[in-house]
Protein backbone atom coordinates (compact mmCIF):
# COMPACT_ATOMS: atom_id res chain seq x y z
CA UNK A 1 0.00 0.00 0.00
CA UNK A 2 2.74 2.50 0.92
CA UNK A 3 4.99 1.86 -2.57
CA UNK A 4 1.40 2.86 -4.26
CA UNK A 5 1.14 5.89 -2.61
CA UNK A 6 4.52 6.91 -3.71
CA UNK A 7 3.81 6.10 -7.39
CA UNK A 8 0.86 8.38 -7.28
CA UNK A 9 3.21 11.35 -6.43
CA UNK A 10 4.60 12.45 -10.08
CA UNK A 11 8.15 15.02 -10.09
CA UNK A 12 9.18 16.54 -13.46
CA UNK A 13 12.65 18.04 -13.56
CA UNK A 14 12.77 21.03 -15.45
CA UNK A 15 16.07 21.66 -16.82
CA UNK A 16 17.63 22.84 -20.10
CA UNK A 17 19.85 25.77 -22.19
CA UNK A 18 19.17 29.20 -20.40
CA UNK A 19 17.41 31.35 -22.89
CA UNK A 20 15.15 28.24 -23.97
CA UNK A 21 12.34 29.00 -21.71
CA UNK A 22 12.76 27.20 -19.17
CA UNK A 23 10.91 29.77 -16.65
CA UNK A 24 7.80 29.84 -19.56
CA UNK A 25 8.11 25.81 -19.53
CA UNK A 26 7.58 26.20 -15.17
CA UNK A 27 4.73 28.46 -16.02
CA UNK A 28 2.80 26.12 -18.00
CA UNK A 29 3.06 23.40 -15.01
CA UNK A 30 2.44 26.10 -12.58
CA UNK A 31 -1.35 27.01 -14.61
CA UNK A 32 -2.01 23.08 -14.92
CA UNK A 33 -1.85 23.13 -11.01
CA UNK A 34 1.16 22.01 -10.46
CA UNK A 35 3.47 22.90 -7.01
CA UNK A 36 6.46 24.80 -9.16
CA UNK A 37 9.70 25.57 -7.28
CA UNK A 38 12.26 26.86 -9.03
CA UNK A 39 16.14 26.54 -8.93
CA UNK A 40 15.82 24.29 -5.91
CA UNK A 41 19.49 23.33 -4.89
CA UNK A 42 20.67 19.75 -5.96
CA UNK A 43 21.84 18.56 -2.19
CA UNK A 44 18.22 20.01 -1.04
CA UNK A 45 16.64 16.94 -3.38
CA UNK A 46 17.18 13.99 -1.42
CA UNK A 47 15.22 15.82 1.66
CA UNK A 48 12.32 17.52 -0.50
CA UNK A 49 11.68 14.48 -1.71
CA UNK A 50 11.41 12.50 1.42
CA UNK A 51 9.07 15.71 2.17
CA UNK A 52 7.07 15.34 -0.85
CA UNK A 53 6.19 11.65 0.28
CA UNK A 54 4.86 12.27 3.41
CA UNK A 55 2.55 15.41 2.11
CA UNK A 56 -0.66 14.26 1.38
CA UNK A 57 -1.62 17.54 -0.72
CA UNK A 58 1.91 17.43 -2.87
CA UNK A 59 0.76 14.99 -5.69
CA UNK A 60 2.30 16.90 -8.52
CA UNK A 61 5.30 18.86 -8.10
CA UNK A 62 7.59 20.68 -10.85
CA UNK A 63 11.69 21.32 -10.41
CA UNK A 64 13.43 24.03 -12.21
CA UNK A 65 17.02 23.03 -11.86
CA UNK A 66 19.85 25.05 -14.58
CA UNK A 67 23.53 25.29 -14.77
CA UNK A 68 23.78 27.74 -11.81
CA UNK A 69 24.29 24.17 -10.05
CA UNK A 70 27.18 24.15 -12.41
CA UNK A 71 29.24 21.07 -12.57
CA UNK A 72 27.16 19.66 -9.45
CA UNK A 73 24.71 18.59 -12.20
CA UNK A 74 26.60 15.97 -13.51
CA UNK A 75 24.89 14.29 -9.41
CA UNK A 76 21.65 14.69 -10.94
CA UNK A 77 20.75 11.59 -13.24
CA UNK A 78 21.74 9.25 -10.93
CA UNK A 79 19.85 10.81 -8.32
CA UNK A 80 16.94 11.02 -10.12
CA UNK A 81 17.40 6.99 -10.45
CA UNK A 82 17.62 6.77 -6.80
CA UNK A 83 14.28 8.69 -6.62
CA UNK A 84 12.62 6.09 -9.27
CA UNK A 85 13.55 3.43 -7.35
CA UNK A 86 12.28 5.12 -3.90
CA UNK A 87 8.71 4.88 -6.03
CA UNK A 88 8.69 8.34 -6.92
CA UNK A 89 7.33 8.63 -10.44
CA UNK A 90 10.25 11.35 -11.75
CA UNK A 91 10.94 12.48 -15.56
CA UNK A 92 13.13 15.12 -16.80
CA UNK A 93 11.99 17.96 -19.19
CA UNK A 94 14.74 18.71 -21.17
CA UNK A 95 13.76 22.70 -22.79
CA UNK A 96 16.25 23.23 -25.68
CA UNK A 97 16.81 25.56 -28.56
CA UNK A 98 19.00 26.56 -31.31
CA UNK A 99 22.41 28.32 -30.65
CA UNK A 100 21.56 31.68 -32.32
CA UNK A 101 18.16 31.49 -30.94
CA UNK A 102 19.74 31.61 -27.52
CA UNK A 103 21.84 33.94 -28.42
CA UNK A 104 19.40 36.30 -30.30
CA UNK A 105 16.89 36.14 -27.02
CA UNK A 106 19.87 37.00 -24.42
CA UNK A 107 21.04 40.37 -27.27
CA UNK A 108 16.96 41.29 -26.59
CA UNK A 109 16.58 41.25 -23.05
CA UNK A 110 20.34 41.88 -22.24
CA UNK A 111 20.24 39.55 -19.56
CA UNK A 112 23.58 38.00 -18.32
CA UNK A 113 24.42 34.73 -19.18
CA UNK A 114 24.50 32.64 -15.80
CA UNK A 115 27.81 31.64 -16.76
CA UNK A 116 28.68 35.29 -17.53
CA UNK A 117 31.33 35.98 -20.60
CA UNK A 118 30.25 36.30 -23.96
CA UNK A 119 27.23 34.87 -24.81
CA UNK A 120 28.25 32.61 -27.76
CA UNK A 121 30.75 30.68 -25.66
CA UNK A 122 29.02 30.50 -22.61
CA UNK A 123 26.14 28.47 -24.38
CA UNK A 124 28.46 26.18 -25.73
CA UNK A 125 30.13 26.04 -22.16
CA UNK A 126 26.62 25.42 -20.69
CA UNK A 127 25.89 22.79 -23.52
CA UNK A 128 28.84 20.41 -22.68
CA UNK A 129 27.96 20.59 -18.89
CA UNK A 130 24.33 20.23 -19.68
CA UNK A 131 25.21 17.14 -22.15
CA UNK A 132 24.53 13.98 -20.00
CA UNK A 133 21.02 15.69 -18.68
CA UNK A 134 19.59 16.16 -22.20
CA UNK A 135 20.68 12.16 -23.01
CA UNK A 136 18.69 11.03 -19.68
CA UNK A 137 15.96 13.14 -20.27
CA UNK A 138 12.73 11.96 -21.33
CA UNK A 139 11.35 14.60 -23.02
CA UNK A 140 13.28 16.97 -25.25
CA UNK A 141 11.19 20.42 -26.55
CA UNK A 142 12.82 22.61 -29.19
CA UNK A 143 11.46 26.07 -28.80
CA UNK A 144 13.35 27.48 -31.31
CA UNK A 145 9.86 28.20 -33.64
CA UNK A 146 7.50 27.97 -30.97
CA UNK A 147 5.53 30.28 -29.66
CA UNK A 148 4.24 30.16 -25.66
CA UNK A 149 1.05 28.75 -27.11
CA UNK A 150 2.70 25.73 -28.74
CA UNK A 151 5.07 25.40 -26.05
CA UNK A 152 1.95 24.84 -23.37
CA UNK A 153 1.00 22.33 -26.29
CA UNK A 154 3.52 20.27 -26.10
CA UNK A 155 3.52 20.16 -22.21
CA UNK A 156 0.04 19.56 -22.10
CA UNK A 157 0.99 16.27 -24.75
CA UNK A 158 3.95 15.53 -22.72
CA UNK A 159 1.51 15.00 -19.36
CA UNK A 160 -1.35 13.50 -21.57
CA UNK A 161 -3.65 16.21 -20.48
CA UNK A 162 -6.70 17.44 -22.73
CA UNK A 163 -5.69 20.64 -23.65
CA UNK A 164 -9.31 22.37 -23.23
CA UNK A 165 -9.70 20.85 -20.03
CA UNK A 166 -6.99 22.58 -18.48
CA UNK A 167 -8.20 26.12 -18.58
CA UNK A 168 -10.07 27.20 -16.38
CA UNK A 169 -13.60 28.67 -17.64
CA UNK A 170 -15.83 31.03 -15.70
CA UNK A 171 -19.42 31.63 -17.18
CA UNK A 172 -21.04 34.91 -15.47
CA UNK A 173 -24.86 36.86 -15.66
CA UNK A 174 -24.84 40.04 -15.76
CA UNK A 175 -27.36 43.19 -16.08
CA UNK A 176 -26.34 45.70 -18.71
CA UNK A 177 -28.00 48.25 -16.68
CA UNK A 178 -25.00 47.60 -14.06
CA UNK A 179 -22.56 47.63 -16.02
CA UNK A 180 -20.54 45.16 -18.15
CA UNK A 181 -17.96 42.74 -15.89
CA UNK A 182 -14.37 44.63 -16.14
CA UNK A 183 -12.54 40.88 -16.50
CA UNK A 184 -14.73 39.35 -19.57
CA UNK A 185 -12.95 37.67 -22.47
CA UNK A 186 -15.84 36.87 -24.38
CA UNK A 187 -19.19 39.38 -24.18
CA UNK A 188 -22.53 38.35 -25.37
CA UNK A 189 -25.79 40.24 -25.54
CA UNK A 190 -28.99 37.92 -24.98
CA UNK A 191 -31.12 41.55 -24.91
CA UNK A 192 -32.79 39.95 -28.57
CA UNK A 193 -34.65 37.60 -26.58
CA UNK A 194 -38.09 38.18 -25.50
CA UNK A 195 -37.85 39.06 -21.78
CA UNK A 196 -39.74 37.52 -18.99
CA UNK A 197 -39.90 41.07 -16.78
CA UNK A 198 -42.43 42.00 -18.41
CA UNK A 199 -44.75 39.01 -17.56
CA UNK A 200 -46.40 39.40 -14.32
CA UNK A 201 -46.08 36.07 -13.44
CA UNK A 202 -42.47 35.98 -13.88
CA UNK A 203 -41.21 39.31 -13.30
CA UNK A 204 -40.23 38.54 -9.34
CA UNK A 205 -38.30 35.20 -10.35
CA UNK A 206 -34.77 34.73 -12.07
CA UNK A 207 -33.27 32.70 -14.56
CA UNK A 208 -32.47 29.54 -12.07
CA UNK A 209 -36.37 29.02 -11.69
CA UNK A 210 -38.26 26.78 -13.79
CA UNK A 211 -41.07 29.04 -15.13
CA UNK A 212 -38.39 31.50 -16.43
CA UNK A 213 -36.34 28.49 -18.04
CA UNK A 214 -39.26 26.82 -19.86
CA UNK A 215 -40.62 30.25 -20.93
CA UNK A 216 -37.43 31.18 -22.94
CA UNK A 217 -36.78 27.93 -24.27
CA UNK A 218 -40.46 28.15 -25.53
CA UNK A 219 -38.86 30.29 -28.00
CA UNK A 220 -37.30 29.23 -31.41
CA UNK A 221 -35.11 31.94 -31.85
CA UNK A 222 -33.66 31.16 -28.00
CA UNK A 223 -33.02 27.48 -28.79
CA UNK A 224 -31.42 28.30 -32.37
CA UNK A 225 -29.24 30.88 -30.47
CA UNK A 226 -28.42 28.27 -27.38
CA UNK A 227 -27.28 25.74 -30.19
CA UNK A 228 -25.00 27.80 -32.29
CA UNK A 229 -23.58 29.65 -29.17
CA UNK A 230 -22.76 26.57 -27.96
CA UNK A 231 -21.19 24.93 -31.08
CA UNK A 232 -19.13 28.43 -31.40
CA UNK A 233 -17.79 28.20 -27.53
CA UNK A 234 -16.91 24.50 -28.00
CA UNK A 235 -14.97 25.40 -31.32
CA UNK A 236 -12.97 28.32 -30.16
CA UNK A 237 -11.44 27.12 -26.44
CA UNK A 238 -8.44 25.00 -27.76
CA UNK A 239 -7.74 27.38 -30.42
CA UNK A 240 -7.56 30.12 -26.94
CA UNK A 241 -5.41 26.83 -25.18
CA UNK A 242 -2.99 26.80 -28.03
CA UNK A 243 -2.67 30.63 -27.83
CA UNK A 244 -1.24 30.26 -24.05
CA UNK A 245 -4.55 31.22 -22.54
CA UNK A 246 -5.18 29.76 -19.42
CA UNK A 247 -8.20 31.49 -17.84
CA UNK A 248 -11.21 31.63 -19.92
CA UNK A 249 -14.27 34.69 -18.59
CA UNK A 250 -17.57 33.89 -21.07
CA UNK A 251 -19.76 36.89 -19.72
CA UNK A 252 -23.50 36.64 -20.95
CA UNK A 253 -25.58 40.24 -20.08
CA UNK A 254 -29.37 40.80 -20.43
CA UNK A 255 -31.24 44.24 -19.26
CA UNK A 256 -31.13 43.69 -15.48
CA UNK A 257 -29.23 40.63 -15.07
CA UNK A 258 -32.05 38.43 -13.74
CA UNK A 259 -33.66 36.10 -16.35
CA UNK A 260 -32.06 35.74 -19.73
CA UNK A 261 -28.85 35.93 -19.40
CA UNK A 262 -28.95 34.25 -15.87
CA UNK A 263 -30.59 31.29 -17.49
CA UNK A 264 -28.41 31.10 -21.06
CA UNK A 265 -25.16 30.89 -18.22
CA UNK A 266 -27.05 28.29 -16.31
CA UNK A 267 -27.30 26.37 -19.68
CA UNK A 268 -23.95 26.62 -21.22
CA UNK A 269 -22.25 25.80 -17.70
CA UNK A 270 -24.19 22.29 -18.33
CA UNK A 271 -23.19 21.80 -21.82
CA UNK A 272 -19.95 22.87 -21.02
CA UNK A 273 -19.93 20.63 -17.81
CA UNK A 274 -21.67 17.87 -19.71
CA UNK A 275 -18.66 17.51 -22.22
CA UNK A 276 -15.97 17.16 -19.70
CA UNK A 277 -15.03 21.21 -18.87
CA UNK A 278 -14.43 22.36 -15.46
CA UNK A 279 -16.71 25.30 -15.23
CA UNK A 280 -17.75 28.27 -12.79
CA UNK A 281 -20.45 29.40 -12.69
CA UNK A 282 -21.24 32.91 -11.23
CA UNK A 283 -24.73 35.05 -11.23
CA UNK A 284 -23.81 38.30 -10.78
CA UNK A 285 -26.67 40.73 -10.69
CA UNK A 286 -29.59 37.75 -10.23
CA UNK A 287 -30.39 39.57 -6.30
CA UNK A 288 -30.02 43.12 -7.43
Known amino acids: MKRSTHAQKKIFVITGVSGAGKSQALKVFEDFGWFCVDNLPIALLDEFAAFVQKSPAMTRVALG ?3 REGKVLG ?3 PLLR ?4 QGLDVNVLFIDA ?3 TVIHRFSETRHRHPLGGKIADAVRQERKL ?3 IKGAADKVIDTTRLTLGELKEKIS ?3 GLTLTREMTLQVVSFGYKHGMPIDADIVMDVRFLPN ?3 LSALRKKTGLDEPVQKYILAQPVARRFLNDWHKLISTLLPHYVREGKSYLTIAIGCTGGRHRSVFCTRWLAQKLRATGHPVQEFHRDVTL
Open 196 to 198: PHY
Open 82 to 85: RLKM
Open 157 to 159: ETL
Open 75 to 77: ALP
Open 65 to 67: MDV
Open 130 to 132: LAP
Open 98 to 100: ADA
